[in-house]
Structure formats: C-alpha cells, structure tokens
C-alpha cells in the first residue's frame, strides 16, 4: 500500500459574507502550489471545498462565482497529470459549519442529515468517486 503524503488546501475561506462576487482564491497560486507539492514528493491535495463549488441538489449553500462541476473535473485532471490525487474535505462540524447557510442552524434536524447526505453523494460523483473524502 502507497504511503499517502498530502498537502490541506481550503479552496474557500470566507466564512461570513456569502454575498462576494469571487471566492478569495488565486489560480496561478493554486498552480504553483501543486507543482511545488508534486517536485516535493506529496501524492494527495486534500481542498477543504466548503460552499466553493456550484451544488446542484442545495445551489443556496454555493458561494457565488465558485468552481463548477467543469472546473472540478479539469483540476482534478490537472492534479493527476501531476502525480497527485484530489480528494474532497467537506466539514459538517459544528464548529465549523458557517458555510452551510441556513443548515447549520438545524443540526439533529431530517433536514440537516438530507442535506448532508444530498451533499455527500454529490462531491462523491463531481470528484470522480474518490477513495477517500474527508
């Protein structure tokens, strides 16, 4: 079994203003960052996407101007060109579920679990059924 050696990147950091035209990342930072991962001998990019891609089965929890399932795809290609393995992090913790919009509000609720789950089963096919998703 290959040894998993992964770099964390948070693809979206804004936590309170949902109302922002762009999410605050930088491509050519992003693609420099893999490179470097890549020369330095890391095989996995853990991104912490949050509400930073475009959901289809809950739209009000995407930030706006955020990575489509098309610009998923190309950067997952992307990673893989360079020996890298994208997985997905989503965090349904309650100390960090400002990204969840209204849902946070409403842990323990069917709600909250059908979201979750509606969410999970999206990343999971949008990210090309990874091994992992933290």
């Known amino acids: 079994m290959k040894k998993m050696v992964a770099i964390l990147i948070h693809l979206n950091r804004h936590y309170k203003d949902k109302n922002q035209d762009i999410i605050p990342f930088d491509q050519a930072v992003w693609e420099r960052t893999l490179r470097k991962a890549a020369e330095c001998g890391f095989n996995t990019v853990v991104l912490d996407i949050r509400d930073g ?7 009000e929890i995407s930030a706006k ?19 890298l393995t994208l997985l997905p992090k989503v965090n349904f913790s309650a100390a960090h579920d400002q990204w969840l919009s209204q849902y946070r509000n409403m842990l323990a609720t069917e709600a909250y679990r059908k979201m979750a789950d509606d969410l999970i089963k999206e990343v999971y096919e949008m990210f090309e059924e990874p091994q992992y998703i933290h």
């Open 53 to 59: 891609v475009q959901y289809d089965s809950h739209p």
């Open 65 to 83: 101007a955020v990575w489509s399932k098309e610009k998923v795809k190309e950067e997952i290609a992307r990673c893989r060109a360079l020996g």
